[in-house]
């Protein structure tokens, strides 16, 4: 089992651009959450998604959206990108309430110029 | 409105000394408490949850309702215990988790 795989690893976009971050959940879960997090920071939630439905969201700006595709992967649009989306980006799948624990991905590295 | 609370961004320790990692929460329901760990070039992985009352690599935790906290303990740290330990709660309908910012545990040899 691959577990969570994120791609790409690292990124580099341009101010104003728009970018899209892929991941793919460990097998038998159901459930991708997003995270932000920036250098010296824990990971902040960005929106989670369940039965392709986004379910809880955190406190994130309407240029950050996503998908979930009846496979489970996930996807997370970021638009109009500002030097301040610079972070890493983490996926953690999980089954359901994700009491057992989350799996994270490596994550992306998005820097933008 | 969920947060957690790791007061410490860097702690040092020696060899076989005990360790105390602290982790405050604020949260009006019941929450889920959990320790993740970062080593060195490797992924944020599950270290721990509260409701299991385990032991991991020599780890406990204990929820203290009262004084909403999650201490993480271990009472000989090795050296490879060095890394990034993030304290998370789990709250709210659909699971939505809040990191604290992270404490780095230092081993001195």
């Known amino acids: 089992d691959a577990g969570v795989t994120q791609s790409p690893t690292h990124l580099i976009k341009t101010r104003g651009q728009q970018v899209t971050l892929r991941c793919s959940p460990k097998s038998g879960h159901d459930t991708v959450s997003w995270y932000q997090q920036a250098l010296g920071q824990g990971p902040q939630f960005i929106f989670q998604y369940y039965e392709e439905e986004e379910r809880q969201r955190g406190n994130f700006p309407d240029r950050f959206s996503g998908h979930q595709f009846p496979n489970y992967s996930s996807e997370l649009n970021v638009n109009a990108l500002l030097l301040g989306d610079s972070a890493l980006y983490l996926c953690?799948?999980?089954?359901?309430?994700?009491?057992?624990?989350?799996?994270f991905g490596s994550g992306t590295r998005l820097t933008v110029v | 409105a969920q947060r957690v609370t790791q007061p410490e961004k860097l702690l040092s320790v020696f060899k076989g000394a005990p360790v105390e990692l602290k982790c405050n929460y604020s949260y009006s329901g019941s929450p889920e408490l959990f320790w993740y760990v970062q080593y060195s070039r490797q992924r944020l992985q599950l270290l721990l949850r509260h409701i299991s009352r385990e032991s991991i690599k020599g780890f406990t935790a204990d929820l203290n309702k009262g004084e909403t906290s999650f201490h993480l303990k271990k009472p000989f740290a090795q050296e490879e215990d060095s890394a990034m330990y993030y304290c998370a709660l789990i709250g709210g309908g659909y699971q939505k988790v809040t990191f604290g910012i992270g404490t780095k545990l230092q081993v001195i040899p």
């Open positions: 953690a799948s999980s089954h359901r309430r994700g009491t057992d624990g989350y799996t």
